[in-house]
């Protein structure tokens, strides 16, 4: 007898992110303790596990700056429903349901329990008064009463989320696999022994804050400058206006282009610094636990979702307003020049991120499916059907 979970996410496994590594990490961990997960996804992928394909997708800008997919299927409710019910799945959980997707039709469709994880935040302040109408509307009409339960990965996601949550809601922050960040890793070529070693992972988008970061360098005096090195993790539509800006950096700097897995561990468990200049949508500091979980330091932007995770850091004149090129060099320049604080602050983020530990955060979820469905006047589990439906 076990458990069974359909976990639907509007992303395809083929990409990189933080909500994508999150779900991959809890399908693993919730296994691990006698789950039966089922990812369904638009993702044309099978190596992941049991997974059921529904909808295609497709890229669209999203109210915090970022980038959101759009996923749709042509199957009706009523064939949707049959996919569904042919699972013999416990309880749905959906990862993101700000956006017009395929997760709305399968939510339509579905006769078992939902909750839903909100990943997004964004300044309320600063939100366009058409998508706050919008989402108000939808939060009444499309979503609310097909939930029997809410996550909210931080304060911030609570808070702008707060119109869809049901009474049942719950803050857990994401999963962040860290134990494998103990494991032995060779060390990048492009991490030079001569160097301090700085590292950006991001998206090229004007949220993420990589143009600030390049001019707050630039702005070192020379002496500084010749000490680093920065690699930069990530692409993104601000890239042509980049390649135009590379001639003009007067430091050691490598463009890598976009990756996951192992090899984007290896970069931060070899270099010195993290520097995650984002100014704003962030709802959680996913790249933040990973830098913990390194042992690396961070020098972050001073955005909703940043000063939540890094709440209890140990130095927070590192958490700056990256547009602020002056107070951003200023933080850079004591971190390159201070090797104690580099080590406190090491130390520091390696204790932290223990209370991310997966298996901790796994059991959470799954306390969480257990109140819900008792609250939904369910009994689980179920016994497992003998195949998966892939549609």
């Known amino acids: 007898m076990s458990l069974r979970i359909g976990l639907v996410i509007s992303s395809s496994f083929s990409q990189h992110g933080g909500v994508i590594e999150h779900v991959k990490s809890l399908a693993q961990e919730l ?29 669209f800008p999203s109210p915090n700056g970022s980038w959101a997919n759009l996923s749709l299927t042509a199957q009706s409710i009523h064939s949707l429903r049959q996919v569904l019910v042919r699972q013999k799945l416990d309880l749905l959980h959906f990862h993101e349901l700000t956006y017009p997707a395929a997760s709305w039709q399968i939510l339509a469709a579905s006769s078992i329990p939902n909750i ?12 366009n008064p058409l998508f706050t109408q919008s989402y108000s ?18 304060q911030i996601s609570a808070l702008c989320n707060s119109l869809l949550s049901p009474s ?6 994401p999963i962040v696999n860290t134990p494998q960040y103990n494991s032995p890793s060779e060390c990048p ?8 070693n700085l590292l950006f992972i991001g998206r090229f988008e004007k949220r993420k804050g990589l143009p600030y970061l390049l001019k707050a ?19 993104g539509p601000q890239q042509p206006w980049i390649a135009l800006y590379r001639p003009h950096l007067n430091f050691s700097v490598n463009f890598l282009g976009a990756f996951g897995g192992r090899k984007k561990i290896a970069y931060l468990k070899h270099s010195d610094i993290l520097l995650a200049p984002t100014t704003h949508g962030e709802s959680f500091g996913m790249i933040l636990v990973e830098a913990m979980a390194a042992g690396l330091p961070i020098i972050a932007g001073n955005n909703d979702g940043y000063l939540e ?6 130095d927070k004149s590192l958490i700056v307003d990256p547009t602020n090129t002056r107070l951003f060099a200023s933080a850079i320049n004591k971190l390159i020049t201070d090797p104690p604080l580099r080590k406190t602050l090491s130390q520091w983020g390696l204790a932290e991120s223990r209370k991310y530990s997966p298996s901790q955060i796994a059991r959470q979820h799954l306390a969480f499916y257990k109140k819900t469905l008792t609250l939904a006047g369910r009994t689980p589990p179920r016994p497992p059907p003998s195949d998966f439906a892939i549609n």
């Open 168 to 173: 049942n809601s719950v803050l857990l922050p």
């Open 309 to 314: 995770t890094l709440a209890k850091y140990l």
């Open 31 to 59: 296994t691990r303790l006698g789950v039966t997960p089922l990812l369904i996804s638009p993702s044309t992928e099978t190596s992941l596990g049991p997974h059921l394909q529904i909808g295609h997708t497709i890229r």
């Open 189 to 196: 070529k492009e991490i030079l022994p001569n160097k301090l």
């Open 217 to 235: 360098l630039n702005s070192l005096d020379p002496a500084k400058r010749a000490q680093i090195h920065l690699n930069i993790i990530g692409s």
């Open 116 to 127: 839903a994880t909100f990943h997004t935040g964004w300044n309320t302040k600063d939100a």
């Open 137 to 154: 509307w939808l939060a009444k009409n499309v979503i609310k009463d097909r939930l029997q339960g809410t996550i909210h990965v931080s």
